[in-house]
Each structure stands twice: as C-alpha cells, then as structure tokens.
T-cell receptor, first 112, second 114 residues
Framework: QKEVEQNSGPLSVPEGAIASLNCTYS??????FFWYRQYSGKSPELIMF????GDKEDGRFTAQLNKASQYVSLLIRDSQPSDSATYLC????????????FGSGTRLLVRP | SQTIHQWPATLVQPVGSPLSLECTVE??????LYWYRQAAGRGLQLLFY??????ISSEVPQNLSASRPQDRQFILSSKKLLLSDSGFYLC?????????????FGDGTRLSIL
C-alpha cells in the first residue's frame, strides 16, 4: 500500500513565525513532489513542486526534499493569517507517473 | 492560459437517482484528466483518470463511471446514487506525457445525497 503521511494538526503558529509542515512517503520510486493549499470548502491550489534533493525557494515558501529519508517538507516564513488552510502533500506513484498519491493534509492555523 | 471548468458547484440528489458531472479544460490539447472524491475532513481519493479520448482507467470499484467523449471533456456518471457517494468531487488536468508536471484542479462539485 503506497502511502503519504501527514500530521493532521492543527498546527498553530503566531503571525510572523515560520510554519513547518512535514510529509513522509512510502514509495521509494516516487520522483516528483507537490504541495497544495486548500482553503475550507475550496479546491486545492498548487503551492510548490520539487524534484531534486535539497531546498527550493519561492517567495515565503521553501520546499525541502530528502529522498533517502523519504521526507518532504514545506516551510512558510512570515506566516500570515491568510495562510491558514489545509496543506496537502502529493507524490507521484512509481507504477504510474500519471498518478499522484495525496496525504490527508495538515491544517495550519496562523494566530493574529 | 489554461482553464478548467467544472459544474455544477453544488448538487443535492436523492438516493437512487442518476448523476452526471461535467468537466472541461481550455487552452491545452490532449491533457491528462482526473476525477477525485474528497470526503469531509479527508484526503483526495483518485476515482478515474484518462490519458486520451475514450481511454479511462478506474482506480476504485464502485457504482461510478467516467467517460471522455472529447479531448478536453471528462464526465463522471452514476446510474443510481448511494448515500456513500456524498462528497466533494474534483476534476483535475495536467500536461500529457510527463510525470513531472503538476495537476491543476477545478472548483469542485459538492454532492449531497438525501
């Protein structure tokens, strides 16, 4: 059973702090990794994607990938109340690059 | 730029009634298309995906079916809805041919079965 695991949260951080969201995956052959943000009642929207080990930065967001540890994370710097949402981690399935396997998401709450 | 349209936004149906949800993509050719269901407070469950016209891959055995009658049109159907079919249905697309490209979601249909 291929799995993507995330802590359901809620992860509560004060405004201006760094929020760290973590994700582990079981399929060692996964090649591509995605973070989506989903506001309550809305559809997921793509935040970032990463393919290579290391860090990838985009504005206030940094994705980190460690394939040896099968671990991917998302850091949000200078967290804002508008960042409060559920963050979904997704990885490609080894048996089909057409498919993504999604975690259940971590709910982030940024306190003003 | 590419856009994805999904309708209706909300739907209330009685148990045993049929279902048809439609999704269309604009601004790209031969996209990969996907139907997901999200139960309340849960992750995304892949239901069907298609890599071309007339081609459908089913991920979960159930009373739902999918069709792709045109390149950029994806339809989710059921002949008889069950209570367990309630949920948030999401259509997604991605550029064909490479696994690296992300999927992009429509606004979703919230389906309630009475």
């Amino acid at each position: 059973q291929k799995e993507v695991e995330q802590n359901s949260g809620p992860l509560s951080v004060p405004e201006g702090a760094i929020a760290s969201l973590n994700c582990t995956y079981s399929d060692r052959g996964s090649q591509s990794f995605f973070w989506y943000r989903q506001y309550s009642g809305k559809s997921p929207e793509l935040i970032m994607f990463i393919y290579s080990n290391g860090d990838k930065e985009d504005g206030r967001f940094t994705a980190q990938l460690n394939k040896a540890s099968q671990y991917v994370s998302l850091l949000i710097r200078d967290s804002q109340p508008s960042d409060s949402a559920t963050y979904l981690c997704a990885v490609t399935a080894q048996d089909s690059s057409y498919k993504l396997i999604f975690g259940s998401g971590t709910r982030l709450l940024v306190r003003p | 730029s590419q856009t994805i349209h999904q309708w209706p936004a909300t739907l209330v149906q009685p148990v045993g009634s049929p279902l048809s949800l439609e999704c269309t993509v604009e601004g790209t050719s031969n996209p990969n298309l996907y139907w997901y269901r999200q139960a309340a407070g849960r992750g995304l469950q892949l239901l069907f995906y298609s890599v071309g016209i007339g081609q459908i891959s089913s991920e979960v055995p159930q009373n739902l079916s999918a069709s792709r009658p045109q390149d950029r049109q994806f339809i989710l159907s059921s002949k008889k809805l069950l209570l367990s079919d309630s949920g948030f249905y999401l259509c997604a697309w991605k550029i064909s041919g490479t696994g690296d490209q992300p999927q992009h979601f429509g606004d979703g249909t919230r389906l309630s079965i009475l």
